[in-house]
């Protein structure tokens, strides 16, 4: 017999950056932990994973700063910011957040790896929810726009196209069924012209930093090949995988605030 607790999503948190576009203060602790109205960016993350009701939570980090991280999974422990309010005496009026654990990335540095990584410490082949942590949505509906799709179809959550922003994303060419064609990383400025000219602005999103893997999607990122010159990118890979097999996408108006861009106030920019 099935317990509410198995119906509920496991999320993967990816956080094994380095911050290397901030690397000016990422040095000193990880981007992931920069403040968005007034809190840490991975809590937000976190209130993401409460309002999809995930199941279990697993962070993977770099292990450089594994310090930090220790501090992390102290204030982050259950029943930890209802002490802190007690000590400053505060009445205590956040909802809890999900139980988190934390795993050191292993293996090549790659956005890739912190997925694998994440999906062999949860251990199911149960659909899985990916957040990319430096990606910030302050309404905290992301994920549980994710989680809605259908079980067992992968998803990745969009934005509509932005000619101003195509450079600085995945940009996705979809069908007349809002399933992903293929992918263009970070295209520039020609080939951004030559995909609105080819597919139309109605056929184009802006991929985001969410997803719903599935088993099947997770064994075909664990066979990509790895190429020592280059870093393995999740978003090629998806679209290496929609060449053979639909991934649905979901398109929302939300903005994501980008916590690895010098100016703190820069945002995925939809319009």
């Known amino acids: ?89 505060e009445p205590n009026e956040r909802p809890a957040l999900p139980a988190v654990e934390f795993v050191a990335q292993h293996g090549p540095y790659a956005d890739i790896t912190s997925v694998l990584n994440g999906a062999e410490h949860l251990g199911t082949d149960s659909d899985l929810l990916l957040a990319f942590a430096d990606n910030v949505d302050t309404t905290h509906e992301a994920l549980s726009e994710l989680a809605s799709t259908t079980s067992g179809e992968p998803a990745v959550l969009a934005a509509p196209f932005s000619r101003s922003a195509a450079s600085s994303h995945g940009v996705i060419i979809c069908d007349s069924a809002g399933h992903m064609v293929t992918l263009v990383e970070k295209p520039g400025p020609e080939a951004v012209i030559a995909l609105l000219h080819d597919h139309g602005r109605d056929s184009l999103r802006l991929l985001l930093g969410r997803a719903r893997l599935t088993g099947d999607l997770v064994r075909f990122l664990a066979t990509t090949p790895a190429d020592p010159e280059t870093e393995p990118k999740l978003s090629l ?18 903005t994501m605030i980008d916590l690895g861009t010098p100016d703190p106030t820069c945002r995925s920019r939809h319009q």
């Open 1 to 89: 017999m099935r317990t509410l607790m198995d119906t509920r999503p496991n999320v993967i948190i990816a956080a094994g950056g380095l911050g290397s576009r901030v690397a000016g203060w990422s040095r000193y602790f990880p981007k992931e932990f920069r403040p968005v109205n007034g809190r840490p960016g991975l809590t937000h993350v976190l209130d993401e994973a409460a309002t999809a009701r995930a199941g279990r939570v697993v962070v993977v980090h770099h292990p450089y700063y594994n310090p930090l991280i220790e501090w992390a999974r102290h204030v982050l422990a259950p029943g930890a910011q209802s002490h802190y309010n007690d000590l400053v005496r």
């Open 237 to 254: 890979a998806l679209a290496s995988y929609a060449r053979n097999r639909p991934i649905k996408v979901i398109t929302t108006t939300n």
